[in-house]
Structure formats: C-alpha cells, structure tokens
C-alpha cells in the first residue's frame, strides 16, 4: 500500500473511533450499520474481488445465521456472546459448505444464476416457515451479552459499546482477510482466478482450494448476519433476500473489488447515498438505481479507483 | 388421486411450465447468443402485465391490445439495446449482473410513478370466459387451455425462425463467432438488437397472457425471474429446446409439488436444479 493511503486509512480509522464520543444517537446507530455492512462486503469481495466468484447468493449464509441468532435467543434472556457468535458462525459454514459443493461445479455465468437460485431457496423456506416467523420476521428482544468471572467487559444494550464492539471486529476481519491473502493459501486463490487449468496441472486441488475460500467468507457473512440481527433486534426474509445480495456486488464494484479498504469504501458511500436519497424522494430506488448504471458505465473500476489507489492483486478487466 | 383432479394438474402444470418457457426462452435466447446475463427480464413479464392491465381499458378488443403490447415492448428493448446493452457486450459478466440490476430498480420505480402500488385484475376476454365441465364440481377454465395453445404456437414458431430462416441461420452463427460473422459482411450489431428486442417481447407477452389468471401486482416479476433462472439452468444456456423441456418439467414438479407436499413446495423446483447439477452441471441441453 502506498504511505498516503497509509495515512488515509489511519486517519479513518482514528475518526470512527472518535465518532461515537460526539456524534448524536442516530448517527452512531448509521455508522454502526455501514460498518456492519462494510465487513459483510469484505467477505464477498473475498469471493469476487480475489477468488473471481461472483456469488449473487452472499445474503444465504448472512441471513442464516441471524436466524440462527433468532433461534438461541429464548424470550427474556441474554445468550452468550461468544457462544452465540460460534453458533451463527457454524451455520454459515456449513451451509456454505453444502451450497458450496453444488455451486461450485459450475462457472461463469451458471455460477451467477445457481448462487443466486440458493439464495432465493433460502429465501422461501424462511418465508414459508411459520416457526421462523413467516414473511414478519421476529423479534430478538434481548442482546447477546458477554460476561467473564462477574466482569462484563461492554453492554451491547448502549449504542456506542455496539459501536466500539462492530468497530473492532471491523478491523479484525480486515486484518484476517489481509494476512490470508498473502499466506500461501491466499496467493493460490488469487492464482486460481488467473488460471485454474495451470494450477492444477501443478498438481493443486483448485476445488478444494476454491470450497474452503467459499466457506471462509460465509463464515464472515455469518459474522456480519449475526452483527445485523443483535444490532436491529430482529430477523426478517429480507435479510435473504436477492436485493440484499445485489445491493451488497454494488457495494464491492462500487469501491473497487479486490483492493484493501474498497468495500468499507463502497459501503459508506452506498449506505451514504440512501440516506440522501431517501430524504429527497419516496422513489429514491429510480435515483439509486440510475446511479447503480451510470457507475457501472462511467467509473468500472470504483472509487478506489479515481482515488488513485494501487492495484496489486485485482484482475484486470 | 382421482383422475379429474389429475387431469386438472397436469394441465395446470403444463400451462405453467409452458409459460416459464416463453420468459426462459428469452433469457437463454440473449444468454446463448449474445452472452449477456439480464436480470432485468422479470422486469419485462411486470412491464407485459401492467400494459395489458392498461390496454384492455383502451382497446376493447383483448387480442388487439395483446398485438399493441408486443409491439411496444419490441419497441422499448430495441430502445433499451440501443441505449445501454450494447454497452456491455465486452464488459465482464460481473457488470452485466449489476447494470441490469440497477434496470430492475428503474422499472420497478417507474411502474411505481406511472401505475401506483395496488393491485389490478384484468378481465378475461368474454369470448373465451366459460369453463369445460370435467365432473360436475369440477371444471377447467377455456382461457388457461388457450393460453397453452398459444405458448406451443410460439415454440414451433421460434423453433421454425432459428432453424429453417436465414435470420435464424445468422443468429446461430453469431452464438458461435461474432466477429467472423460481422466480416462475412452481416450486421451483427443488428441482428443482436432485433434478438434482445424479441427476448424482451417473449416476456412481456408472458405477462399479457398471465394478467387475466394471475393479478397484477409490484414486484411480480421476481419470482418468475428466479425461476426462469433455473429453468435456464437446467436446460443448459442458450438451448432453446432445453429452456423448453426444462419448463415443463419445472411446472410439473412445481403444480404436483404443491398437491403432493405442500410442506416443502417452495423447494421442489430448487432441489430439481440441485439434482440437475449433480448430474450434469452444463444442464440437460447444454454443451460441456
């Protein structure tokens, strides 16, 4: 990374920390959400921006595990933080596991429609199924809460502790994703996506590699589904839904996918013009969605991009 | 299970996955030969409905308004071609998924401004309003049989423009080279307007066709895209013949999927494309 971006993302890093300490309610809540969203980016841009999958199916493992959040969450009682986490986690991975053996034998333009025809098979059994709510969705009414020895370190019950708690998963993901893609591991991912026949004609079992990618950043949705549930207090079908999906491929190409800091990037300004949209007009999806083609036209590569951030490892395309 | 009731099944089944055919026929058509991946073509089975929802209260006659609506949504895709497609035809598919997503917000606002968000009936067309006894509580609405009829007509028809006209002939061989086709001294540029215009055309009369049986309501084309998606899928891409097998197969299991297990309808139709996959992941049609 260059040392300005270097400072940039230092300087970004010390205002959201310092956000909550003078920002109004409303706003610490917004920014929570776009941090929310900006780690659920990450994990597609994972799977987009460095493994060259483009999942339209990224909201399953997300929308999975708030449910499974919903579902340890008895009525009038906190469930474990950690516990809960591991929980939403685990059935992330291993519905990506089981949607990843399927989706991963196809390519292309299959590999689009199948992630996509899952997701929206997640979709209808959730809003079909009485026990999970139906198409309302439930209520979580009480927050994880961590407690060690009689000490509890936050109360997710405060919006700033959320804030901080969202803040420094933010950054643990980020780290994660970074020291994986330069391991071994990561640099044949990247290798994949260049050439699969070459890596296997040297011998590398690319489904594997590709399956356990897959896996990975459903796990990192899950993470992020479990942040949105505990964040909002409640699950609905939307959560799975294709729009989510969709909104959140915008999210990454709009920050530039397979840089660094694009999809917090692509996040923010996403999340950002929503909120300005929606002031101006009831019909702020036309606004959205006019922009959603002119970026796709006019700016291919992001913002990242006319930010004039270095390219390492993203395609060329 | 009684044999009328079966028999009522199977035809709704059939009407069904015939119906699938002409939005899926579309999408593989503009899939297979001009590799562009349209998320937006559920929009156009909306746009279908809503305009025979606004015909009919214009144009008395049914069939007419049908005829009118073709014609303006073979005008809009020429338009949208024109406009933005063209784009995208060297563009990575990633983009393609995006932009046609960004359509769908479009259209779906659109429909918003220029109809509002109720839902409309469109009447079926007198001639055809009565039902065949089978027993005597039951009985078969004439209008589904018709559309059926129509939906084959169009399938031997589209089979008859790839396969035996020169057109056809062009658009085949633009599937398989563009740019060998182009020096051979054919406007391909054309000829994957008039394609993406016809596709678009297939799903709006799709949805004409719909309006009488089903309602018409915001978001309607969703579902159907999904769907179509999978018949896609499992036909194989750009196999017309597949789109159509696939179809029916889908509208089958679907129908039966309902009456038989109620519990787990919603997923007959996706642990179907699973099963495909398994099988062969190109789809039944598709070449490896």
């Known amino acids: 990374m260059p040392r300005p971006a270097q400072i940039l993302l230092l300087a970004v890093l010390l205002a959201l920390a310092a956000f909550p300490l003078v920002g109004e309610k409303f706003y610490i809540q917004f920014v929570t959400k776009v941090m929310i969203m900006a780690l659920f980016a990450m994990s597609l841009d994972l799977l987009v921006g460095y493994a060259g999958l483009v999942s339209l199916g990224h909201a399953l493992p997300f929308g999975l595990a708030a449910y499974a959040l919903m579902l340890m969450t008895p009525e009038y009682q906190a469930p474990g933080f950690w516990l809960s986490i591991a929980a939403s986690m685990s059935v992330a991975a291993i519905a990506s596991l089981v949607v990843g053996l399927l989706v991963l034998r196809t390519s292309g333009i299959y590999f689009i429609m199948v992630t996509l025809a899952f997701g929206q098979m997640a979709y209808y059994y959730v809003h079909d199924s009485k026990h999970l709510g139906g198409s309302d969705g439930k209520y979580i009414y009480v927050r994880p809460a961590l407690e060690m020895f009689g000490w509890k370190p936050f109360d997710l019950e405060n919006p700033a502790h959320f804030y901080y708690v969202v803040l420094a998963l933010m950054v643990f993901v980020y780290t994660t994703i970074r020291i994986l893609l330069a391991s071994p591991f990561g640099r044949v991912v990247v290798a994949i996506r260049e050439n699969e026949h070459r890596l296997r004609m040297l011998g590398y079992a690319t489904f594997r590699y590709k399956l356990v990618c897959f896996i990975l950043a459903g796990m990192l949705a899950g993470l992020a589904g479990w942040l949105a549930a505990a964040h909002d207090g409640l699950v609905n079908p939307e959560m799975l839904s294709w729009h989510q999906s969709g909104q959140l491929l915008m999210m990454v190409i709009l920050g530039g996918m397979g840089t660094p800091a694009g999809p917090i990037l692509g996040a923010a300004a996403l999340k950002a013009l929503e909120l300005v949209f929606q002031g101006w007009t009831k019909h702020w999806q036309l606004l959205l969605g006019l922009f959603i083609v002119a970026s796709v036209l006019f700016m291919p590569r992001g913002l990242a991009q006319v930010l004039e951030w270095k390219r390492r490892s993203a395609p060329t395309r | ?288």
């Not at chain 2, 799903?203 to 998606?229: E, T």
């Not at chain 2, 297990?261 to 070449?287: D, E, H, K, S, T």
């Open chain 2, 1 to 288: 299970m009684d044999p009328a009731i079966f028999l009522i099944q199977v035809l709704n089944g059939v009407q069904y996955g015939l119906l699938l055919f002409l939005v899926a026929s579309g999408l593989t058509l503009i899939f297979g030969i001009m590799g562009i991946i349209n998320l937006a073509h559920g929009s156009f089975y909306m746009l279908g409905a809503y305009l025979a929802f606004s015909l009919t209260r214009f144009i008395p006659n049914f069939w007419l308004s049908i005829v009118v609506g073709i014609a303006l949504a073979f005008a809009v895709g020429i338009i949208l071609e024109w406009l933005v497609m063209r784009l995208l035809y060297h563009r990575d598919h990633l983009y393609q998924v995006l932009l046609t997503y960004g359509l769908i917000l479009i259209f779906e606002e659109l429909r918003s401004l220029v109809w509002g968000d109720d839902v409309h009936g469109v009447p079926v067309p007198a001639a055809l309003a009565f039902s065949i006894p089978l027993t005597d509580t039951l009985s078969y609405q004439v209008y589904r049989l018709a559309m059926s009829a129509i939906c084959l007509a169009i399938a031997f028809g589209m089979y008859w423009l790839i396969q035996r006209t020169r057109l056809g002939m062009m658009i085949r061989a633009g599937s398989v080279n563009r740019d060998m086709v182009q020096s051979l001294g054919i406007n391909i540029g054309l000829v994957y307007r008039l394609v993406f215009a016809l596709g678009l055309a297939l799903a709006a009369l799709a949805g004409m066709l719909a309006a009488p049986v089903s309602s018409v309501y915001p978001g309607m084309g969703n579902q159907v895209l999904i769907i179509s998606f999978v018949v896609v899928v499992i036909g194989g891409i750009g196999s017309v013949k597949g789109a159509l097998v696939a179809a029916l197969a889908i509208g089958l299991a679907d129908t039966f999927g309902k009456v038989l297990a109620p519990q787990i309808a919603g997923m007959v139709v996706y642990l179907l494309m699973a099963a495909v996959l398994l099988w062969r992941p190109q789809g039944i049609f598709g070449r490896a």
